[in-house]
């Protein structure tokens, strides 16, 4: 996983194609945030989304005892703050699970073109 700090860029072709196959921004955002990379690609699939559903519903539980236990204390905003991440990547990465896949072709900070990952299978015919 590379970590992308800086701002994506969608390119008009990106942007056309991805509202054409039903996949909003933060999807792709996700992607690029946990998907393995292949050459310019970044790949989620259903297995990858289903452990991140399951790593993020443990973390959500975790970070909820943790508020409650501090939660007389300035630092539960911050808890709060990194619940509410949490709980936006967990709907992510159940979308995720529900679309079979995603993948996201990169050209460096320029998002070129999304595509579900089983229909990548379905078109090549692995």
């Given at each position: 996983?590379?970590?992308?700090?800086?701002?994506?860029i969608?390119?008009?072709?990106?942007?056309?194609r991805?509202?054409?196959?039903?996949?909003?921004?933060?999807?792709?955002?996700?992607?690029?945030?946990?998907?393995?990379?292949?050459?310019?690609?970044?790949?989620?699939t259903?297995?990858i989304?289903?452990?991140?559903?399951?790593?993020?519903?443990n973390q959500?539980?975790?970070f909820?005892a943790?508020?409650?236990?501090?939660?007389?204390?300035?630092?539960?905003k911050?808890?709060?703050?990194?619940?509410?991440e949490?709980?936006?990547?967990?709907?992510a990465?159940?979308?995720?699970?529900?679309?079979?896949?995603?993948?996201?072709?990169?050209?460096?900070?320029?998002?070129?073109?999304?595509?579900?990952?089983?229909?990548?299978?379905?078109?090549?015919?692995?």
């Open positions: 996983m590379r970590n992308l700090n800086h701002e994506i969608f390119t008009n072709h990106a942007v056309k991805s509202n054409q196959r039903g996949i909003p921004k933060d999807l792709i955002a996700y992607t690029l945030k946990v998907g393995i990379t292949s050459g310019d690609k970044y790949i989620v259903r297995k989304a289903e452990q991140e559903v399951k790593s993020l519903k959500i539980l975790r909820e943790l508020r409650k236990k501090f939660k007389q204390y300035a630092v539960a911050l808890i709060t703050k990194k619940l509410e949490l709980k936006n990547d967990l709907s990465a159940k979308r995720l699970v529900s679309k079979e896949g995603l993948v996201v072709v990169i050209d460096g900070t320029h998002v070129i073109t999304s595509y579900d990952y089983a229909s990548h299978f379905h078109r090549s015919g692995y």
